[in-house]
């Protein structure tokens, strides 16, 4: 097994093992709970209260620039976290790394249902581990050539899977809390 196909395959298990089967079923209500009182969300067109809203469709994400994000910062929904991971996490990376169409949060056209956002993941999963599979050491070692990050390309595959381990366990809990929103029994789809 190559070095590349070693760091693939660490965030593929995780994948595989963990988060992939634990989005099974996601619904449009567990999608979108709002666990606190202003959340960050993707929201319909229009209907934002966050200082920002990227996107370029009918729905948005909730955003600030950085020196406008609230403190404590607001805690994120699923769909929030989902739209992270596709956009921030994946899909920049795609794009400047394996040759993928760019990605950019202000014209990204957001999900809005769970089946969709899932449908988005999995193709940028796909691609980003397809692409991650295809370096070699040389490519692993150098700083990519495209792309605002200067760090060997390596780091940059280990900072992804800790990303998505990171936000996959959020996205966990945070599924675990809603199907067991006042002491009752979950529900499985």
Known sequence: MTR????????????????????????DEEYFWEPVHDCWN????????????????????????????????????????????????????????????????????YAGTADEALKQLDEMYGRWNAGVRELSDADLEDPPAVGPERRPMEGIVLHV????IHHGAEISLLRDLCLRQDGAVPRRT
């Open 161 to 164: 899977n800790r990303e998505l």
């Open 42 to 109: 993707i929201r319909p067109r229009g209907t934002s209260a966050a200082p920002m809203s990227e996107g370029s469709g009918e729905w948005t994400m909730d955003s600030a620039s950085p020196d406008t994000v609230p403190v404590p910062a607001p805690v994120t929904t699923i769909a929030w976290r989902l739209s992270h991971i596709i956009v921030s996490c994946l899909g920049y990376r795609v794009g400047w790394h394996f040759g993928g169409q760019d990605i950019d949060s202000e014209t990204f056209a």
């Open 4 to 27: 590349s196909e070693r760091l693939a395959e660490q965030l593929d298990w995780y994948w595989r093992t963990n988060l992939r089967p634990r989005l099974e079923g996601l619904t």
